[in-house]
């Protein structure tokens, strides 16, 4: 906050950040130091206080991108950019909001007017971005959701305190409904610890004595192996929890990918490392009926699929099943995006809205900033709408023509693509692909040359590395075959969600190479241009 004569917003990047020195000269790339003051005197002229929220966004962005959006976002360096992504956007709105919070809380009088037109503005921009770009979901009303209500029921009698309802939704399966309209910062959900189902819920067992003097076995296992015991508990404090959970999970059927074949092989491995032996030895506490491979593989994709990692008030982080919030669903623009730390003043985990969620609309989280390929492996479904996360991998380390082995080409370790059509550069030099990536090929090609200029070697140096991308695009998709869509509506769900990411794979390959294709006729013209000047000069 200013002085009283003067009322400003202070955005500054962490030195901490660990990508600081990228985001400083993403910032200084559009005019911006890391620590910026922005005044907020009053104006006569229109539109002032939309374009101060304009600013403040800009900066925001930078400052809220995590890795895989920074290595994006430098392709847009010289460009007015709408959005990185969702996260970001929303992540960049409610800083905002959260520094004019703290400037009201010790304003003078004479600033609050100003402060408080800003801060609804902001709000208006959160609301508007997010009628913009979710994907509405459809509420199914033919579908009977007692047990679903007998646990908000069972819930709210052990201090759950929620604004939702669980309804089935069109696509989705079941999904959490708003109550009433529900605004940023309001608390949609909250879980008090005592229903969290943790490590310590299991240590007062007889179990948990046994389990305990195996060698190497993990509290995550550990909690695996008791939950397949307490579903069939009729005496369970979580009895009404298990009942709504399904007897079959939708990532049974993501076998299709060779990552889960592994992953499942490995789980064979450690399930015969524990069973028949532990049944043998303890039958009691481990009935031979209830410890089959297949509830054993149940249990597991009932932790994949719907566990949580929180952390408690003492600061260590718990793999936890949170009964009611596991039925909110995934967004790529959500309406909650934190809730994975313990508030130790209410000793509860709060689930706070970062944009509006309207009464009958379905309330979203995030999972995280994962792949469409992590969701399907892990929660057995594919994101609706364009996932910025999405990104074909190269292995580009062996890429060294002619480069001098003291003179490095690229601070970036690792490089890969998107679908291009999440550019807003497409011009010469950028071609909607990374900066990053662009520019580690052209220094390995010949790093004496200086890049982004017209010049007649530049442009055989920039045609040369288009060139090479092709070839490396075109025969991913000759790898990847073609994919009979029409034939989709004949195929299983798990076979269908298969084929759909294929495509995805497939269009992204596809959009890059288009793209190089787009970028080598640009080049020549260019470099038609530049080979006629020398003949008139």
């Given at each position: 906050?200013?002085?009283?004569?003067?009322?400003?917003?202070?955005?500054?990047?962490?030195?901490?950040?660990?990508?600081?020195?990228?985001?400083?000269?993403?910032?200084?790339?559009?005019?911006?130091?890391?620590?910026?003051?922005?005044?907020?005197?009053?104006?006569?002229?229109?539109?002032?206080?939309?374009?101060?929220?304009?600013?403040?966004?800009?900066?925001?962005?930078?400052?809220?991108?995590?890795?895989?959006?920074?290595?994006?976002?430098?392709?847009?360096?010289?460009?007015?950019?709408?959005?990185?992504?969702?996260?970001?956007?929303?992540?960049?709105?409610?800083?905002?909001?959260?520094?004019?919070?703290?400037?009201?809380?010790?304003?003078?009088?004479?600033?609050?007017?100003?402060?408080?037109?800003?801060?609804?503005?902001?709000?208006?921009?959160?609301?508007?971005?997010?009628?913009?770009?979710?994907?509405?979901?459809?509420?199914?009303?033919?579908?009977?959701?007692?047990?679903?209500?007998?646990?908000?029921?069972?819930?709210?009698?052990?201090?759950?305190?929620?604004?939702?309802?669980?309804?089935?939704?069109?696509?989705?399966?079941?999904?959490?409904?708003?109550?009433?309209?529900?605004?940023?910062?309001?608390?949609?959900?909250?879980?008090?610890?005592?229903?969290?189902?943790?490590?310590?819920?299991?240590?007062?067992?007889?179990?948990?004595?046994?389990?305990?003097?195996?060698?190497?076995?993990?509290?995550?296992?550990?909690?695996?192996?008791?939950?397949?015991?307490?579903?069939?508990?009729?005496?369970?404090?979580?009895?009404?929890?298990f009942d709504t959970l399904p007897?079959?999970?939708?990532?049974?059927?993501?076998?299709?990918?060779?990552?889960?074949?592994?992953?499942?092989?490995?789980?064979?491995?450690?399930?015969?490392?524990?069973?028949?032996?532990?049944?043998?030895?303890?039958?009691?506490?481990?009935?031979?009926?209830?410890?089959?491979?297949?509830?054993?593989?149940?249990?597991?994709?009932?932790?994949y699929s719907n566990s949580m990692?929180?952390?408690?008030?003492?600061?260590?982080?718990?793999?936890?099943?949170?009964?009611?919030?596991?039925?909110?669903?995934?967004?790529?623009?959500?309406?909650?995006?934190?809730?994975?730390?313990?508030?130790?003043?209410?000793?509860?985990?709060?689930?706070?809205?970062?944009?509006?969620?309207?009464?009958?609309?379905?309330?979203?989280?995030?999972?995280?900033?994962?792949?469409?390929?992590?969701?399907?492996?892990?929660?057995?479904?594919?994101?609706?709408?364009?996932?910025?996360?999405?990104?074909?991998?190269?292995?580009?380390?062996?890429?060294?023509?002619?480069?001098?082995?003291?003179?490095?080409?690229?601070?970036?370790?690792?490089?890969?693509?998107?679908?291009?059509?999440?550019?807003?550069?497409?011009?010469?030099?950028?071609?909607?692909?990374?900066?990053?990536?662009?520019?580690?090929?052209?220094?390995?090609?010949?790093?004496?040359?200086?890049?982004?200029?017209?010049?007649?070697?530049?442009?055989?140096?920039?045609?040369?590395?288009?060139?090479?991308?092709?070839?490396?695009?075109?025969?991913?998709m000759d790898n990847m075959g073609?994919?009979?869509?029409?034939?989709?509506?004949?195929?299983?769900?798990?076979?269908?969600?298969?084929?759909?990411?294929?495509?995805?794979?497939?269009?992204?390959?596809?959009?890059?190479?288009?793209?190089?294709?787009?970028?080598?006729?640009?080049?020549?013209?260019?470099?038609?241009?530049?080979?006629?000047?020398?003949?008139?000069?």
């Amino acid at each position: 906050m200013g002085t009283d004569e003067e009322c400003s917003i202070v955005l500054e990047l962490s030195e901490n950040d660990p990508f600081f020195d990228k985001k400083k000269k993403l910032l200084q790339s559009k005019g911006f130091s890391p620590k910026e003051r922005i005044c907020l005197t009053s104006s006569s002229e229109p539109g002032w206080m939309n374009a101060s929220a304009k600013i403040l966004l800009q900066i925001a962005r930078i400052i809220q991108l995590n890795e895989l959006e920074l290595y994006f976002a430098e392709d847009d360096a010289c460009t007015s950019v709408e959005f990185y992504s969702a996260r970001n956007e929303l992540e960049a709105l409610n800083l905002i909001v959260l520094l004019i919070d703290t400037s009201l809380s010790s304003c003078t009088h004479l600033h609050t007017n100003i402060l408080q037109g800003l801060r609804q503005t902001i709000l208006d921009l959160i609301s508007d971005f997010g009628d913009k770009n979710s994907m509405k979901g459809v509420v199914e009303k033919n579908h009977s959701c007692d047990k679903e209500e007998c646990l908000i029921e069972w819930g709210e009698s052990n201090g759950v305190k929620t604004q939702l309802k669980i309804a089935y939704v069109e696509g989705a399966g079941r999904g959490a409904i708003a109550r009433r309209d529900l605004k940023v910062g309001d608390i949609a959900l909250e879980i008090p610890v005592s229903v969290i189902i943790s490590e310590e819920v299991v240590h007062e067992t007889d179990m948990y004595r046994v389990l305990k003097e195996v060698d190497g076995i993990s509290s995550e296992t550990i909690l695996l192996l008791w939950s397949m015991k307490e579903k069939y508990n009729c005496d369970s404090k979580f009895k009404v929890y298990f009942d709504t959970l399904p007897e079959k999970f939708n990532t049974d059927g993501t076998l299709l990918f060779e990552e889960i074949m592994q992953a499942r092989q490995h789980l064979h491995a450690q399930y015969d490392e524990l069973f028949p032996a532990l049944c043998n030895e303890f039958p009691d506490i481990f009935p031979r009926e209830l410890y089959t491979w297949e509830k054993f593989l149940w249990a597991c994709e009932l932790w994949y699929s719907n566990s949580m990692t929180i952390m408690y008030s003492d600061g260590k982080l718990r793999t936890c099943l949170i009964p009611i919030a596991g039925f909110l669903n995934h967004s790529l623009c959500p309406h909650v995006m934190h809730y994975g730390k313990v508030d130790p003043s209410t000793n509860s985990l709060k689930f706070r809205l970062s944009r509006p969620c309207r009464s009958g609309e379905e309330c979203c989280l995030s999972y995280g900033n994962y792949s469409s390929s992590h969701l399907i492996t892990f929660y057995g479904f594919l994101p609706e709408g364009d996932n910025p996360y999405d990104v074909i991998p190269l292995d580009i380390d062996g890429y060294d023509v002619d480069s001098i082995e003291d003179k490095p080409v690229s601070n970036w370790t690792t490089h890969m693509v998107r679908g291009t059509w999440l550019s807003n550069n497409h011009s010469t030099f950028y071609y909607g692909l990374p900066a990053p990536l662009l520019e580690h090929l052209r220094r390995s090609r010949s790093p004496m040359l200086r890049t982004k200029t017209f010049l007649q070697g530049n442009l055989e140096n920039e045609l040369e590395v288009l060139e090479d991308l092709i070839c490396i695009f075109d025969d991913m998709m000759d790898n990847m075959g073609d994919i009979d869509l029409d034939n989709s509506e004949n195929c299983n769900w798990d076979e269908r969600l298969a084929m759909n990411f294929k495509n995805l794979q497939r269009r992204i390959a596809c959009s890059v190479s288009t793209s190089c294709h787009a970028g080598v006729n640009m080049l020549k013209n260019e470099l038609y241009k530049c080979m006629a000047e020398d003949i008139r000069g």
